[in-house]
């Protein structure tokens, strides 16, 4: 086969504010890989950085990181090879999820499937999706709530963890008494809080239904995470602290969460994540599927794995990231409509990748 590797930054719509850890991302840096194949078949993958302190890796780090040794060992591979035999469990993070969706986008297309055959049975053909708030005022979250409850969404994410408790339980706390039952309400500190930081917030806002409160403490903070879960009556989903099937299985056996946070980019593609929602059932640990700052190549992947999988919470799920981008190198945004994420009917991917969109927002790129 031959690659093309692109990197490419395209801006936010507006700029998006997380916890103390992260501060406030205002692009995509994302890395593009195109598979060729001996017969022509075209797949595309997308690996989506989430930054040194998130995954460990930037999208110069992994361009940096390309060299021709490397190169030629995936060159190498047949798609059918690598899907079968499960090469993406043999790779991790951000480029190894851009070549597994890759892999999976060519096969579907050289056996004329969608890539959800390849994964499993299809349970659904569209799942709702949420949408998420910066790190910021009641006022300010009500105000995007509003709008876009207009537009039919029904499950909002707010983002915590970059002030202090009593600013955000006083948040929460008007946002929810603001809002119908039937909304869905989420919070997610990005580990930005300490432990007793943490069991204040679920003792004070123990009567708002949260769907669920997402990687409160530091991701490998198990410990803390263990007194929480014991303590907190409401779910708690690991994000950050969920890298690998590895750390699946560990926090599985441990029984420290509720709910596994699944970033087809973060935990390295479609196998990883396909595998890590296998050790979710097997424990009664249900699944979000969620998103860093996505384009269109990996929602749709992680669109065709949501549409395969029987453990989904019930709540919307993370298939909005294009609509917050200032554009996009796909078509994706055209599956999402009144808050809901429809399974595209194509061969692979099922959506359309613009190379003269690519060539717009490129930094960097290798070809072999």
Known sequence: MNLDVYRVAIPLAEPYHLSKVYGTRTHADTVIVRMTTAGGAQGWGEGDPGGFDFTGDTGEMIMASINTDLLAEIIGTRVDDWVESGQGLQRSGSWGAALDIAAYDALGKLHRQPVWALLGDKRRDEVDSLWPTSSGTADADLQVIQAKLAEGFRTFMLKMGSRSI???????????????PEVGLMVDANQGWQLDEALEFADRIRDVPLVLIEQPLAAADHGGLAKLHEA??????????????DDASTIAAKGIADIFSIKVSKNGGLRAGLEIAKTAKTHGISILMNSMLEL??????????????????DCGHAYMSTLRMSDDI????????????????????????????IRTYLKDECHA
């Open 166 to 180: 009593d600013e955000d339980v006083e948040r929460l706390s008007k946002v929810a008494a603001a809002l119908s």
């Open 232 to 245: 907190c009556q409401l779910p708690l989903s690991v994000d950050e602290g969920l890298q690998s099937l």
């Open 330 to 357: 796909s078509n994706f945004s055209d599956f999402v409509s009144r808050g809901t994420a429809q399974l595209p009917s194509g061969m692979g991917l099922g959506i359309e990748v613009s190379e003269n969109k």
């Open 296 to 313: 269109g190549i990996t929602q749709s992947a992680s669109l065709h794995l949501g549409c395969v999988l029987d453990s989904l919470v």
